[in-house]
Structure formats: structure tokens, C-alpha cells
């Protein structure tokens, strides 16, 4: 009967590196706190999101957030990131290299309740911004859109508090919708995709983006009526 | 500050009725254990959902199911309900007139998937399939598409077992997106909608029905080339 | 079969009140905002409580926090409080009067434990102590062990900021056996209880402190040999 | 960057036999369907317990039920067992072996509930009572209490069904707050434990059990003043 992980074990047995198992305990705890210290993170951004969202539900006459879902980035991706980065595999690099080790994703309603959400949140006393990226004005390539924002926010240990980055991807159900189908098409692709393939992607995205378009439209015409 | 108990304990004067505070105790107490019922059908039905889900996540390459959400039809819309078709106003009416008082969401990626998860669910056999309409072959009027299946399921109480129907709705996340934005813009609509808003939304149904299409399209050449 | 909104709309007599549906209204928005108030500051508290658990998890042999649960008080409890005290019944006088609308409580294994969690939360940054009071160095008269913390946090809402009172009870398993065990026998006793029963949980709620005590001892002997 | 397995990985490697990527990569999918497979009982399981406390809620004066726990057992402690019994390493002689892959915890508030809700659940139709063992009349010697059923219960998978075996201990708070401290007391012990720690768990375990009997009595007394 062989350890669930054996498999990405292989992974780091192959940069030919003997440890000792002293080692691999000392490495593996280094792992666990870093990755408790960001799903701390997330837990303090996701409940300033429900606290919103607790406010609209009683308060508004419709509440912008569909839902919230968060991830803290896997071991294996952050390993493939530092790697394609060309920095150092280590804990200390992935801490002090990537923003988005914590993840956060806000989907909205409508196009215009996005920037709404972003302001709530960019305007909290607690709350540094530390990078923003609007690929809704500026799609990728691809066809992908959603507002990026790395926020900082302190997270209370026993016995320090750390300011901890986490990414925030807020979306409409619509955007949500291409980029989940997206990902999973490609999700176990090693080969080449076809550009034929990569061009109807894009041409969903669009179609998808001016849908969003139309339904804020409507919703703004529905609105006038009440 | 009104005292939520003292509402229902006291006379409550409805629909020119006068009833004594007893008969109002009487009647939450079955109002509740009815609400209770269907609670736990939907908790039996998404249990057989999340087992699917927790398989597909181990043995399958691609998990069809998005997510599931689930509601007990609220005291109010049961009420509308029964008094649209003309039926006694009781808890014993609505039990036996009404199949949707129980409702569980299956949201998919693909629209191969909804066929197959329906399926799954009506070859269990403790499942007795009560009614199935089929709103993507045969979309509704406004443009809603949607699989509806009625299905009875068995639940264990402490001295009896009860027979118990659920209507489980199984979309795609494109129809879910139609309609959760569709019952958005009407919810708190009392007035008349303009017929140009109406077949608007009846035209972003249609776009989005073709772009499901489309991402399945896309999905079955992406299965080609692993 | 009562209708839940009819209840709450239509003319509703208390206290040989008669009240408009316009002010029940106004004022069930203002019972329903206070709540989700304290229901937001019951959130930030239980992330913090959540993050220290987490910690624990990661970072010591043993967790000191075995569960942690949380409530709002009821509206009838509210009531119930303010008429006893002699106060105005309103929000605004629950508010300013009560500090225990929002209640967090902490499980325990140890009797050490606690005063290190209550530490924990007192020393940081954003949280203000309003009151303290230690039902385990002076048990109430029935027998009841509890320490009890006051403490006022910021909640972020979409327009301002809150800061909230929220009453944390922290306790052992076996100080929680005896509560728990307590309220149930006199939930719902209307009459006076003979002093043979109340002197039989007392003398309960004694061996079990001493239990408590010796568990504790053993504990101590238990990490030295480690 | 260690995978956080890798220390039960070398227990796997001391076994001194060399196996290829290829049986780990199929060794490790049949351990993940057999965890799978035993986290679906549990869920049906729960689900039929939360039905019942779903009932007693509405219908009942008291709740026995004060809360329900679960865990599939870890491959650590299953590899463990069988290599303790002396029997075969693998996926199939753990399915066949052990009955307790699968644990199911309902904690009750007093002793004649236990017996209570272990009738329920033998009694329901779709499950099949393979063994029970009462350490509450027979106490382990070192003072272990609890009532303990091995249920057999139908999961209905994609494509068949399968009967798989959850071992439910029911006790109450009191036998819990023991069970608990005694395990974390233990956890990380590799010393021998001298007798006198051993002992005087043991009285604590009876004070307990005759606290137990007493909150029963003030339990049966109250009820009849009602």
C-alpha cells in the first residue's frame, strides 16, 4: 500500500538531490506553515466578503455577489511556476516571489457590480493593494477577462501578526463560465491545441463578453421600471 | 421591536379570519414538520449527488457536476402556487399537489452531461421517477432551458418512513446564468415588462444556448486529442 | 396553513398596541439589520478563533481548542433580558444596554488552555477589552464555570465601519458537559424546582471541576515523560 | 520543497521492495477509490443521522443528538492495524479485514439516549447490522465507554452499487470529554506510561460514568415535573 503522494515525490527525487530525513521533516513542516499562514489569509478575506455579502442580502434589493469560491495555490503549480520563472524552488522564493499563492474568487452579477465590489474592498482601513490588472478593459490574448487585485491584509498568529498577499478575482457568472470550460478543456492537454481550436475559444469569449453587455443593459432598463 | 413569538402566540387577524392563538400553534407546528420533510428528502437526494461528485473526482478525468444547490420552496410561493391553480390553501394540499416543494440544482459543464447525470439518478433503486420534462429539447416561452426530473425517494424517521418527491433541475452553468440573472431582473418587478425587454432576454437565452453548443463542439475536439 | 409575511404585514396587535403594517415593517428592517450585524461580528471572531486553530494544528503536539460554537441571541431572549432589567425594548436599547446579542463560545481541553486562548485574543491589535469576569476562580451560585471576555471588534459593512461587542465564553469539555446538560433540564421547566435537584447539580458540577483538576494533573506528568 | 508525505512514504520504502512508478501510479488510484468509497458510506450515514436530528428538532421536546463526527481512518493507522493483526498490506485484505475504515461519532447528551438511537438506525430498512459491541456495560479495562454498531448500508455509485461497512460509536458527553483527553494524552507517548497515570485515568473514567448516572437522575426527575 503505497503514500497518496508518492507521485510528486517523484518529482522532487529527480532534481537528484539526496536529503536526509531529518531534512524532508524540517522541509515538509516549512511546507504546512506556509500553506496554513495563506489559507489564514483567505479565511479573513473570505469572511470580509461575507460580511458584505450578509449586508446586501438585508439591505439591498439584489445582492451583487453569486457566490465566492478560494484555493490555496498547489504544490506542484508553485514548484512549475518558480521553474518557469527561473527562480529559486524553495519556500522563501514562493513567499517572496508570488502574489498569488492565496487565491479568492468573488463572482458578481453584473458587469458594473465588479468595480463595486473592488472599491468595498480597496477601501478598507485594514487593507493595503498592492497590484491591480483590469483584463476586462484589456482581455488576454485568449479571450480571458476578470478584474486581478492583489490585496495584503494581517493575519493574527499566537504570538505575531503577517501581512499576507492574496489574490482577488472578481468576475460576472458569465466570465466565470468560459474561463471554468476553459480550463478544464485544457486542463489535461500536454499536446499542441489546434489554433482552430484556440480561435473558436476566443470567438466563445467574445460572444460571452457581449452577452455580459447586453444583460447589464437590460438590468438597466428593468431597474427604471421598479 | 416586535416579539417574533407574541406574532404567532397572540390573535393574528388573516384573510378576515379571526383564530385563536392555540389553532396558530397547531398550524406552525405542521407548517414546520412539513418544512422538515422536504429538508431531508433534499438532504438523501444531494447525498446521492455528492457521492457521484466525490466518484467522478477520483475516477474520472473531467467531473461533470459544477455544483448543486438546493431550496425548500418558501411558505409564501407555496401559497401563491396553490391559490394560481385554485387549490385549498393547506399543508395537506400542498402535499399532495405539489412536486416542487423540495428542488435540488445540478449545474453542469457540458450539455452531454445533464442527460448523463439524469440517468444515474433514475436508475437508482431506491428512486422512483415520478414526472421528467425536458425544457432544453422544448425551451419555455422567455427562452428558460432546463432538464426537470420529479423523483420520490425514501427517508428514514424515527417510526416511520416517509415517500418524499424532489424535483431535481439539471443546466448547464450557460442556462444557469440566463436564469439566475432572468429571476434577478423580475424578483421585485410588481409592474408590467415592455415586450422589447422581454424578447432582449429571450435573445441572450437563444445566443446562449448556441454558445453551449459551441463550448461542447470545442470539448469533443479537445477529448480527440488526448 | 398561516402565511409567515401576512403575519408580519397585516395588522398585528400587541402589547393592546395596534400598529400599522408601515411601522412593523420598519421595524422588522431594523430587528433584521441588528442581527446581521451581530452575525458579522460573530464571523470576524470566529476567523480569528479559526486562524489560532489552524496554527495549533500545524505548529504544536497538541490543540488546546476542541470546538468552537456561536450564536446570536434570540429576539425573545432580547426581550425577555430588557423587560427583566427594567430597560427600554428597542434596538437601539438592546444595543447600547447588552453585550451579549452576539455570543462566541470556546471549547477547551485543559483548564491551562483557557487563560492561554483568552490571552491570545486580548492581546491583538484591532480587538478592545470591554469586560471580563472568571465563573472559574468564582463559580455562580448553581455551579457554573465559564470565563467570560467583553470584547469589541471593527466590522467593515459597504458604506462604514462598525465596531461591535461580542461576548466569548471560554471554557473545558467537561464545564461545557455541565452547561450544556443544565440548560437542556430547565429549557423548558415552567415550574419552581425543588432544591433537592438544584443541590444535586451543584454537587454534579463540583465532582466535575475536580475532574477537570486531575485531568489536568495527569496532563502535566503525561508531557513530561515526552 | 518537500512533499508533505514523504515521511510515510520511507515507512513504505523500509519495506525494501523497489516498485515502479507505473504499480505506484495504480497502487495509489486504488487507494484513493478505496477512500473514496468509505467517505460515501459515511456521508449516507451522517445523512440518515441528521435526518433524525432534523426530526427530534421539531418534534421532540429534549435532542439527544448533540453532535455527530466522522473520519475515514488514515493509511498510517490502517497499515498499522493490519500489520498488528498480521495480516496482508493492501487495499483489498483492509477492505476485507477491517471494519472500522469508516467511523462514525454521535456524541448524546444522556446514557438511555444511546440505546435510543442505536435502535433507529438498526431498525431501517437499507441497512444491515453486522456486529455490536457495548463497552458501556462492559467497560474496557482502561475505562473506555461506549456503544459501538458496525451498519452495512447501500452507495450507489455511477455504475453498480456497493455495500460497504461504517463502524458508529455512540456516547455520551461525559464518555466523550473522557475518550477525547485520553486519546490526546496518548497521542504522541512513545514511552511506556507508568502505572500510576494509567490508573488514575481509570478512576477519572468512573467518576465520570457515575456523573453520568447522576445527570440521568436529575435528568428523569425534571422531566416529570414537567
Known sequence: MIKEREIENKIVKTNDIIITSNEVETKMEKVQEMSMIYRSAIKEITTKLEVLDG????????????????????????????????????????????????????????????????????SQDDITVIAEKDYIKHPKPNGYRSLHLVLEIPVFFSEHVEYVPVEVQIRTI??????SLEHKLYYKTFEDVPISITSDLKECADVIASTDRKMQEIQRKVEKLN
Do not use: H, Q, T
Not at 174 to 179: E, L, N, R
Open 55 to 122: 449586508e446586501f442580502k438585508v439591505k439591498r434589493k439584489r445582492n451583487p455577489i453569486e457566490y465566492i469560491k478560494s484555493r490555496v495555490k498547489s504544490l506542484k503549480s508553485i514548484i512549475g511556476k518558480l521553474e518557469r520563472l527561473d527562480l529559486e524552488v524553495s519556500c522563501e522564493s514562493a513567499r517572496s516571489n508570488l502574489n498569488d499563492i492565496a487565491g479568492v474568487r468573488v463572482v458578481c452579477s453584473f458587469l458594473s457590480d465588479i468595480y463595486e465590489i473592488a472599491e468595498m474592498l480597496k
Open 174 to 179: 458569465a466570465m466565470d463560465f468560459w474561463a
